[in-house]
């Protein structure tokens, strides 16, 4: 027996097993009782085919099995969710978006001493061609102002108003009361208990947040995903959580939404219509949002609940270290792509008693004020120790401009240089994208060559040149000082910006600075006439190449150039790779050639033929 | 690849896994009998029957639903003599003919083989139907 292997789990290995086995298997004369195991068309050969068939299948249906016990390796979402459960993590549904509206109701008939505004009155947009309804989740009463009543911020969040209401069979939570619908906000659920049809009595049921504050009395429902993918509630056990007892009527109101496609830029105005009327008073028929819709996303994906949810038990809900802040944020907003957070203590200058949070968000470069107080009041402050204040600092962006030579053998390839000069820009893009664009991701010179090389087998080499850029954008007319970190080491007289205009001795010039190689003393920089290359003005401010820090003691930019917002300094780096640090992001330089402002393409590629 | 032994005998079961009313087991097929069940169940088996080899099997069952041709009658022949000499390396291949019956929806094979390195031909006829 011992010459049988049973730990064989492909289909023919199980079956040459289940041959040798025949092949030792003999009768009282010892002779063999089957010898036709060894030929296909066998009827013995049809038998084993079964046999191994039905071993292989259940060794497989074990394997997967075993694969969704845990959670690196479940595929199935319920399984996922299942095991994410374990961890006290929730699936995060899909949220809806949310804007503030102010507007003012006149004429309202026999003008009331106050005037109410419903819960989920509707208000529709136009967002891409579409039309889309946005409620007010509480009602809100205001006193006039003289003849009018304005309402002003007044919290909209988009979706569809729906209810669902179950008559309680049993009491204790082995009831579950499931809601219906696809794509349901639970931040929007409100769960009501009446006693009884007859009995109109209610009493609100609000989510379970902290299972230590629980008792008999507290009125608080559960919530979860169940296995087939729809969200259920609820009740406590009678001694922790209230439990509704048969009879009783349990009233489910939610908003199903339409995530994130109902997020609209806050660089384009957003109108809303008043759905109904309030108090029979009139209202603009376009009413212009205070705060765009924001922050809609879409419910966690299964890759996103197996990353989160040990996350999510590692900060046990408490934000008291860096990576709980991380945790939570990234738990609770999906919507940002990388996230650092440091100590007040360590930060340049030092700011006691403050937690440092950068966040890159994945379409745009900042998050805008809204979405950080609402990350600050609904995320962080019931879990953040109470002496500390969160403090949200922009990424710093530090932009690198590539310019690079290919080199291919043109019997190699039947694609053009164009072609390959795309498939080059691909490959830079994609490793921006994938490798960088985060807090702390260093840019690796010889990793970019490699792929560059690797992008057709035809390119026998390339060589980069990169440059260093910083941004600013200083306020026009005002006289102020800048300090700009490149936070790596530059080389000397590679230091120059794009062109601005500068008010001098009364006359408006298009100048840019550069490091000045005529003074004696290293790292001056100097500003020079753009048409002319004249200094116009000598030490305007310092560089320390090794430190890559720019001081500008004080400048005064008049006005830009062209349709540029910004000024663009650029510079050699002395080393190959680029380090970036905990608020800094290295990102592909996206500058177009603009003759006109002094600006350079910010990735050039130049495929040549190989001799 | 299986080797062949002539000295050997050959021993299969019976798949109409009928009672041997003395010994109470299977009945088992031997030699000259056991390579006939054999061919026979090659022939009739389908491609992609068999699980993970679906390549053991012919393409008669499939070409019993063609039209009646000539042609027909030659794929069936070459997907006969192709499978047995790729699955059942027991046999060579003496003569094979495949004919048309009175009943239109019926063929003959008719099959005459002999043990390699035996020089003793065995005939197997059985007729192809379709079955529904």
């Known amino acids: 027996m011992s010459n049988y292997r049973i730990t064989e789990l492909d289909f023919d290995n199980i079956k040459t097993n289940l041959k040798r086995f025949l092949s030792n298997y003999r009768d009282g004369n010892n002779d063999l009782v089957f010898s036709d195991y060894d030929f296909d068309a066998s009827g013995l050969s049809v038998l084993l085919d079964l046999l191994a068939y039905n071993t292989h299948y259940n060794a497989y249906l074990a394997n997967m099995v075993a694969n969704e016990m845990f959670l690196d390796s479940a595929v199935k979402r319920q399984s996922t969710v299942s095991l994410a459960k374990h961890l006290g993590y929730t699936p995060l549904s ?28 509707p208000f529709t947009t136009e967002i891409n061609g579409q039309s889309y309804t946005f409620l007010n989740l509480n009602s809100i009463i205001i006193k006039p102002e003289g003849q009018e009543y304005v309402f002003n911020d007044v919290e909209i969040v988009e979706g569809e108003y729906l209810t669902y209401s179950y008559r309680v069979e049993l009491s204790g939570p082995s009831q579950k009361y499931s809601i219906p619908n696809k794509n349901v906000d639970t931040s929007t659920i409100k769960v009501t208990v009446r006693n009884s049809l007859q009995d109109t009595t209610t009493a609100t049921f609000t989510l379970a947040t902290d299972f230590a504050a629980l008792n008999s009395q507290s009125q608080v429902y559960f919530l979860q995903e169940n296995a087939s993918g729809f969200y259920e509630i609820y009740f406590g056990s009678g001694s922790i959580g209230k439990s509704p007892v048969p009879g009783n009527i349990v009233l489910i109101e939610y908003l199903i939404s339409n995530g994130p ?15 109904s009327s309030v108090g029979g008073g009139v209202v603009d028929t376009a009413i212009l949002a205070s705060s765009n819709s924001t922050g809609g996303e879409f419910e966690d994906s299964i890759e996103e609940i197996k990353f989160k949810a040990p996350r999510f038990l590692s900060s046990y809900n408490r934000a008291v270290t860096a990576d709980d802040y991380k945790s939570l944020i990234e738990t609770n907003y999906p919507l940002v792509e990388s996230v650092s957070v440091w100590g007040g203590e360590t930060n340049d200058p030092p700011k006691y008693g403050k937690v440092m949070i950068s966040l890159k968000p994945y379409l745009g470069y900042t998050i805008n004020t809204e979405t950080k107080s609402r990350i600050e009041n609904d995320i962080l402050s019931n879990r953040k120790m109470l002496t500390t204040i969160p403090e949200f600092v922009d990424p710093d962006y530090l932009y690198v401009s590539i310019n690079c030579t290919a080199k291919f053998n043109p019997n190699g390839t039947n694609r053009t240089t164009t072609d390959l000069q795309n498939g080059i820009t691909g490959t830079i893009q994609k490793y921006f994208a994938l490798d960088l664009q985060k807090f702390n991701k260093s840019f690796i010179y010889s990793k970019l060559s490699n792929l560059i090389d ?12 990169i440059t260093l850029q910083k941004r600013i954008t200083i306020p026009t007319n005002i006289q102020t000082g800048y300090s700009i970190k490149f936070a790596n080491s530059l080389t000397s007289g590679t230091l120059k910006s794009t062109a601005f205009e500068y008010l001098y001795n009364g006359s408006i010039l298009t100048v840019y600075m550069q490091d000045d190689l005529t003074k004696s003393s290293d790292g001056v920089v100097s500003l020079y006439d753009f048409y002319t290359n004249a200094v116009i003005y000598q030490n305007i401010g310092n560089i320390n190449y090794k430190t890559g820090l720019l001081t500008i003691p004080k400048i005064n930019v008049f006005g830009y150039l062209q349709n540029a917002t910004d000024i663009r300094i650029s510079s050699k780096p002395t080393e190959f790779d680029i380090n970036s640090s905990r608020d800094t992001i290295l990102i592909l330089d996206d500058t177009k050639v603009d003759s006109l402002s002094g600006r350079n393409s910010g990735l050039t590629i130049l495929v040549l033929e190989s001799i | 690849m299986p080797t062949v032994n002539t000295n050997r005998k050959f021993r299969d079961i019976d798949l109409s896994f009928r009672i041997n009313p003395f010994t109470k087991d299977l009945y088992t097929k031997t030699d000259e009998e056991a390579v006939k069940t054999a061919l026979k169940n090659l022939i009739l088996t389908k491609n992609f029957e068999r699980k993970f080899h679906p390549e053991i099997g012919t393409q008669v069952q499939s070409l019993l639903f063609e039209n009646n041709s000539p042609a027909v009658l030659i794929a069936m022949d070459r997907t006969i003599r192709e499978s047995i000499e790729r699955f059942e390396p027991r046999v060579r291949i003496v003569d094979l003919q495949i004919n048309e019956t009175q009943d239109p929806n019926e063929l003959l094979v008719y099959l005459v083989f002999s043990f390699k390195n035996v020089d003793n031909p065995i005939t197997l006829t059985t007729t192809l139907t379709r079955v529904r």
Do not use: H
Not at chain 1, 261 to 275: A, E
């Open chain 1, 261 to 275: 496609i109902c997020n609209v830029s806050s660089n384009i105005d957003q109108y809303f219509t008043l759905g």
């Open chain 1, 454 to 465: 690797k992008t057709d087998t035809s390119i026998v080499g390339n060589s980069s040149v």
């Open chain 1, 94 to 121: 899909v949220r809806s978006a949310k804007a503030k509206i102010s507007f003012t109701v006149k004429n309202v008939p026999n003008s009331p001493g106050s005037l109410t505004l419903g819960r989920y009155t």
